[in-house]
Structure formats: C-alpha cells, structure tokens
C-alpha cells in the first residue's frame, strides 16, 4: 500500500493514477482522505494531551485529595473517551479509503481505458517465430491449430476433450454444479506434464517449492492485496465450523499464502532473492462473470494453478529485471509447447490487480473463438505487498526497508485448452505434444 506522507506529497499523481486506472473514486477519496489525516492528527494530539494533563492530575492526587482536583479528573477521562470514539470512527474510515487506492503505475505503463488500449510488445508462433507486426497480429493469425494436419476449423475444446474422454464436463456440473469439470486419464497426464515440465525447469533455477495452505486467514489475502478489491472472488468458510472459529478463506492463487509465510520478517539482504512456487487449487467466485465464457473449463470456480513469486531488493531496476526474466520463463514454456502467443503490456484501465505497478500478461491464440485467451500474467509489486505484510530487509546502512515482490502465473489448466485447439487433427483425434509425450507414452490420442 502507499504511505500516507506520499499521498499528501503527490496528492495530483495519485488522484490522476487512481483516475487512470478506472478505480472507484468513492472509495477511492483521496480529497476525503486528506481531511481525515488532518482530523486524524489533530483528534490524536488532544487525546495525548488530555491523557498527558491526566497523567499530571492522578500524580497529584496521590499526595493532595483534592475534590476539585479529582473533579477536573473525571471530566479529562470522560472527554479521553469521547475523544477515542471519534479516533477510531476517523481512523476507520480513513483505513478504508487507504486499503482502496492502488500502487502507482510505472512510467512505462500504457495509459489507456480498457483493454483494448493494451500494448502488444511480443507475438510468437510455431512457424515462424517472432514476427514484427504488433498490434494487429490477431487479423493474421487466422481460425486454424497451429500443429493440425489440414486447415480446418478447429473445434472447441469441450467438444473434443468429451469424443476422447480427456474431462468430463457433465459430471462436473452434476457432483459440483456448473464450472466445475473433472480431468481424466490423458487429460490429466497432459496437465500433469505441463505443470512437471515447469517446475523442474523452475528448480534447476533456484526456486524453492512449497506445498501450501489454501485456507488462509483474513491477513494473508489483504496483505496480497486480493482485498478489499477482490473480496467478491473469495470464498468465505463458514467460522463456526473452523478449528478456534478462525474466519478462512479459500485462496484464488498461491501467492497469499508464499508471501504470507515471510510476514513480520527481516530478511538478510545476502538471502535474496528469494524464490518460491508453489502448485495448488484455486478457488474462484467468478462473480461478475456469469453468462460469460459458460461452455467447457476456460473459466471456472476451481482450478490448479502454479505460481512464481519472488522477493527481491527494493529496486526499481532490478524489478524490471526480474519481470523480464519470469516472462522468459512463460515464454519458455508456451514455446516448448509449441502454442502461438502473444505478450501484452497492460494499460492502466486494464491492470485491475491493486498492487501491480506493471503487468504483463501473456495470451495464447484460441482459434475456435478467433481470439486470444489470457494464460499467464506477470506483475512487478513493488512494495505494495511488503507493506501490508510487513516483510522488510536491510539496506545499505543496515536499516530496515521493505523489500519488493514480484508475482507471475506460471502455469494453468488453459494451457491443456490451448493444447487441445491447436493439436487437433482433422480425423477427431490428438496428436500428443513432443514434449509431453514421455508423461503419456504415446504419439496420438484418437476415439475408442
């Protein structure tokens, strides 16, 4: 989160960063935040100077019973508590309207409304690498797989994953109600390859995995940020039935609980950077989205997801850096799949995550809907997050500064979407990946 001494010393930035970025202003007041602060401070300074005369009145009564002077006494306290009701009501609202304004975007950010202001900076295909025409590149990419054997349109992916008994959809909807699908045999021996592949190519780079809680406590997804803004993707669990009545919540990502398990911490500046992942199922409301996207598993209520995170020196460089160089790794990986892809630089109106100050997110190309389709994203977070979780190292002078972090989604079940559009043949069958091949043992997937 901000600091409040940045926001009254760059009170136009902000407002304009806040207006950019197409957050509620309401909720987002920082003209009403300001008078806060002042009555914040000055409510503040009369309760410490009434508790202060207080203080001096009860050390005079311990020698001098005075009857006025124990009057005068009772008057303070009762004007203390009045003043601490008034306190907490400011502090409250002035809390609330801090939780909601975002991190500042970086420079190089694209101002834009929406997403069809995003910046196109990188498009790859299997053919042909990568190719120079951005920002157009979805009028050339064209209704057919990359990887077919005819130029045929391809047919969507529940269509095929149903014919060669990859998921069922039905069942899903039946044991869990709609958005929830199970994987089957090659289906899951696909998926499972994809999420192997990466995370051995992520060990070999020095992360660290992590088998994580995916019920967390209130703290771990405010300090990620996932609230207040995204409060109503979160599923709530019932407290009464929960160890101690601990209010949990179900995590949409892992990230809450990776960068959790370093809250309240010093790191040694000679640990970082730390990297971490983790493979998990996700949970998400998805609300806001019903009527969209209602066929097969592209957007569902739970799914598994690996995530890439990283803690690094607070330094705006080295940030960029190190966003580049998780972007390598998606990119890796869509071309060791051999999927046509592209990478966007989010605009402002677009970035809706509070704590990103940049995000790429990286799309692969759906030729059954002629679009691209989100499979992984890419944040710097600056400090945003560290603030919030309290998660400092040392600088130069060996004082306390709160590290940065960096996020980026590694891997997700669209990529078996994408995998399916893009290697279907004409006969109906499958043919495997190359590099997926191992985990099935065979070339083909074809009808029984």
Same mark, same amino acid.
């Given at each position: ?16 960063n ?5 957050v ?72 609330s ?64 994953? #149903?014919?060669?008994?990859? &998921?069922d959809?039905?069942?899903?909807? %039946? ?6 699908? @199970? $994987?089957? !045999? ?13 995370m ?78 983790a ?9 806001g ?15 598994? #997801?690996?995530e890439?995170? &990283?803690?690094?020196?607070?330094d705006? %460089? ?6 580049? @160089? $998780?972007? !390598? ?66 600088n ?51 009808? #029984?």
């Amino acid at each position: 989160m901000l600091t409040i001494n940045f926001i009254k010393d760059n009170a136009k930035a902000v407002k304009l960063n806040i207006k950019n970025r197409r957050v509620d202003v309401t909720k987002a007041d920082v003209d009403r935040l300001l008078k806060l602060d002042i009555d914040r401070i000055k409510t503040q300074t009369d309760t410490d100077n009434l508790r202060a005369e207080r203080n001096k009145l009860t050390n005079e009564l311990k020698t001098i019973r005075e009857p006025k002077l124990m009057e005068q006494s009772k008057k303070i306290k009762e004007q203390i508590v009045e003043l601490e009701k008034s306190l907490k009501i400011i502090r409250d609202e002035w809390q609330s309207i801090m939780d909601w304004i975002p991190n500042m975007c970086l420079d190089d950010v694209p101002v834009g409304k929406d997403d069809t202001e995003n910046m196109e900076i990188k498009v790859w295909t299997p053919k042909n690498g990568y190719i120079k025409e951005l920002n157009s590149s979805s009028e050339k990419m064209g209704r057919f797989g990359t990887n077919s054997d005819k130029e045929f349109i391809p047919r969507p992916h529940w269509e095929i994953g #149903k014919e060669l008994d990859l &998921m069922d959809l039905e069942a899903g909807a %039946k044991v869990s109600g709609s958005r929830f699908y @199970y $994987l089957k !045999g090659n289906g899951f021996m696909m998926m499972y390859g994809v999420f192997d592949l990466l995370m051995k190519k992520i060990i070999k780079d020095g992360f660290i995995p992590m088998d994580i809680p995916v019920l967390v406590k209130e703290r771990a997804l405010y300090g990620s940020s996932q609230f207040p803004a995204d409060a109503d993707q979160v599923y709530k669990i019932e407290s009464k039935y929960v160890e101690n009545e601990n209010q949990l919540y179900l995590v949409g990502s892992s990230e809450p609980s990776l960068f959790s398990y370093y809250l309240d911490t010093v790191i040694d500046p000679k640990d970082l950077p730390i990297k971490i992942t983790a493979t998990c199922p996700c949970f998400r409301s998805e609300a806001g989205s019903w009527g969209k996207d209602i066929r097969g598993m592209k957007r569902v209520h739970q799914f598994t #997801k690996l995530e890439m995170d &990283m803690i690094i020196k607070p330094d705006i %460089k080295l940030a960029k850096e190190t966003h580049e @160089y $998780l972007l !390598g790794i998606n990119e890796w990986l869509l071309q060791q799949l051999e999927l046509p892809y592209h990478v966007i630089n989010m605009c402002t109106g677009d970035l809706g995550y509070a704590a990103a100050a940049k995000k790429y997110d990286v799309e692969v190309w759906l030729p059954s809907e002629s679009a691209w389709m989100e499979t992984m994203s890419d944040s710097i977070t600056t400090d945003f997050q560290t603030r919030r979780l309290n998660i400092k190292t040392l600088n130069e002078k060996s004082e306390k500064v709160f590290a940065y972090t960096i996020n980026d989604t590694g891997a997700t079940h669209r990529l078996l979407i994408a995998i399916i559009e893009h290697y279907q043949q004409s006969d109906g069958s499958l043919v495997v990946p190359t590099i997926l091949r191992e985990y099935l043992g065979m070339e083909r997937i074809s009808k #029984k």
